[in-house]
């Protein structure tokens, strides 16, 4: 028997990576980010059948992300009571709300939908990474780095099933309520794989009040904040506007949907690598990598044309996207006794910054146009690079 296999035989079960119920949870977050992702290649279609300014357009974002506000509340909750069979049902009803977009008549029923998508994934966020990570053992940033493989593969996946649907169907949504049937197969499968996980602390983590948690979290989160914040330009530019930048630039819906998903394709592979590599190189070195390398990519990126955006997309991927479960460990490690509180805080201080940066890149787009808009957003993700030496280091 190999040395590794005897090594991880002995541990006691709380601190072995359990990977069939690690990508279990990998694979809903995979489905579930799938129907999530639809928004941003659906955009372009909305700005033309709604006549909506690039600006209106970015804010149906903000109505997705709204939600994520409840998420430390949601965490609070989750180290006290079991959340595993809401997390369980998030598949279905974010795949229900996402897939009835295509045949919203309004711009407020988009909102609508958008609102209950966001609480679904909101709930999804706050607690399923926390119980993956209980589930990793002493591995938490493979743990997070296989969660984050699900994500981009659901981020991936999304673009693609809107692109194959605007090639059988072209400019026409009416049918896009049959998309849903996948979320609601997605939820019994998890039903069926985790109903026995057990989706709280056990009781040998003693949980401690929310204040003092935000306190210990303290140095964590103020740098962590600045860092977010230099991200959340070049993330949302990407993540977001993407198939509107490559439409503007000429491209077809579908291949400008396709685009989103080569970035998101090779964030799968550097999600996974990015996890575990920083398990073993360090949570900051694997930071510095990234808010040194993307932004030169994106500037190459814009300055390049035609197919080859193509591998200058992988690469912004793979290098880009490499560091969500760097932090998510960073953040997990901080407050070990309250790790869905203090994933839940992360989660929503992320998602309300980046709610923010969506609106304020849109506005930048219609003001100087999508190039100069990209150019800037790389050039403010370099100044996250300051703030790296104020990370706390690694507790071992």
Not at 143 to 157: A, D, I, K, S, Y
Not at 251 to 279: F, N, Q, R, T
């Amino acid at each position: 028997m190999p040395a590794e296999a005897t090594a991880t035989s002995q541990l006691p079960e709380s601190e072995e990576f359990q990977t069939d119920r690690v990508a279990t949870i990998s694979a809903g977050h995979a489905v579930h980010d799938t129907y999530t992702a639809f928004l941003p290649p659906l955009l372009p279609a909305f700005i033309e059948s709604m006549s909506l300014t690039k600006t209106g357009a970015g804010a149906l974002t903000v109505f997705q992300q709204a939600p994520s506000l409840i998420q430390p509340f949601i965490g609070y909750v989750a180290d006290r009571v079991s959340l595993r069979y809401l997390v369980i049902l998030t598949p279905a009803v974010s795949a229900t709300a996402m897939s009835l977009l295509g045949v919203a008549p309004s711009y407020a029923v988009l909102a609508m939908m958008l609102l209950v998508a966001g609480l679904s994934s909101a709930t999804l966020h706050a607690v399923a990474p926390v119980i993956a990570g209980r589930l990793s053992g002493t591995r938490l940033g493979r743990g997070m780095g296989f969660w984050m493989v699900g994500g981009e593969l659901g981020r991936t996946l999304g673009p693609l099933a809107i692109a194959a649907y605007f090639a059988l169907s072209p400019d026409d949504l009416s049918h896009s309520p049959w998309l849903m049937i996948a979320g609601w197969l997605a939820t019994l499968l998890l039903f069926a794989r985790l109903r026995d996980v057990e989706g709280r602390p056990p009781r040998s983590e003693q949980g401690v009040p929310w204040r003092q948690v935000l306190r210990i979290m303290g140095p964590l989160l103020i740098p962590l904040s600045g860092i977010i914040l230099a991200r959340s330009f070049m993330s949302s530019a990407l993540t977001t506007y993407l198939p509107t930048f490559l439409t503007e630039e000429g491209a077809e819906l579908w291949l400008a949907g396709i685009s989103l998903s080569v970035l998101e394709a090779a964030g799968v592979v550097g999600a996974l690598l990015g996890g575990s590599l920083s398990d073993r190189l360090g949570r900051r070195v694997v930071l510095l990598v990234s808010l040194l390398a993307t932004p030169v990519l994106m500037l190459l990126f814009i300055v390049a044309s035609g197919w080859l955006r193509f591998p200058l997309l992988l690469a912004m991927g793979f290098v880009g996207l490499s560091v969500t479960p760097v932090i998510m460990a960073l953040v997990q490690e901080s407050c070990p006794e309250n790790r869905a509180l203090a994933n839940g805080t992360y989660m929503s201080l992320s998602f309300l910054i980046r709610s923010g940066v969506v609106v304020l890149v849109g506005a930048m787009a219609d003001a100087w146009g999508m190039r100069l808009s990209f150019a800037a957003c790389a050039l403010i993700q370099l100044l996250g690079l300051p703030l790296l030496p104020l990370l706390p280091k690694r507790k071992r």
